[in-house]
């Protein structure tokens, strides 16, 4: 599929593109959004500045470029999650750590989208249709396991899927700007969330259930 921040004609090259790419995500690890110019993104590819504006309108569409790779590694995770046969602790668990290991790989792309997600529609479009993509199959887990008897009858499981996946959202955000829970203490709450939110189970100390 094409990529929706991809401004070339079908027939060119992604030679080009994937090198502003690459000299994006190495700049961006070493400073923020706002003090890198288009000029060094350039020199470091080997492009000229006209060949950036080629492929992207400006430094927000490019980062959304970026997200798009970033978000193709979160299906793996999701799949685990909603097909899994473990129990819900585990799957929680397995699902949340595969969130928490993609975002310490890419803080500094997750720093660029927070500083532009509000003025680059490119951006902000990504992330919610990531977001969305990842709700059917969520909602389908959830009627399964109420359907199943290991999860009680709730609210709608659309609706309940959407907040949760939002809520993941705002704790990845949580990590990138800080705040005064570490991480450890974050998955703990998240899994505690998700726990009670599908399965109704409020006793998350109990690990014995993890090795079953």
Do not use: C
Request: hydrophobic share 40%; aromatic share 8%; no cysteine.
């Amino acid at each position: 599929m094409r990529s929706q921040t991809d401004r070339r004609p079908p027939q060119r090259s992604d030679d080009r593109r994937e090198a502003i790419l690459g000299a994006l995500d190495s700049w961006l690890q070493e400073s923020s959004l706002e003090a890198i110019n288009i000029a060094e993104i350039s020199k470091q590819a080997g492009v000229t500045r006209s060949a950036f504006y080629f492929y992207f309108e400006n430094k927000g569409a490019a980062v959304a470029a970026l997200m798009e790779r970033m978000v193709d590694e979160t299906f793996a995770v999701n799949e685990l999650f909603t097909t899994g046969s473990e129990n819900p602790r585990v799957r929680i668990r397995t699902m949340l750590t595969g969130l928490f290991a993609m975002w310490d790989r890419h803080q500094h792309l997750f720093k660029a989208m927070l500083e532009v997600r509000g003025s680059s529609p490119s951006v902000r479009e990504i992330w919610d249709t990531a977001r969305e993509s990842f709700v059917d199959s969520i909602a389908d887990m959830i009627r399964s396991e109420r359907a199943g008897g290991s999860a009680p009858p709730g609210v709608d499981a659309d609706v309940l899927a959407t907040v949760l996946l939002e809520f993941n959202g705002q704790l990845l955000e949580r990590l990138t700007l800080g705040g005064p829970l570490t991480p450890e203490q974050l998955m703990d709450g998240a899994t505690a969330v998700w726990l009670g939110s599908v399965y109704g189970i409020t006793d998350v100390t109990n690990r014995g259930q993890e090795a079953s």
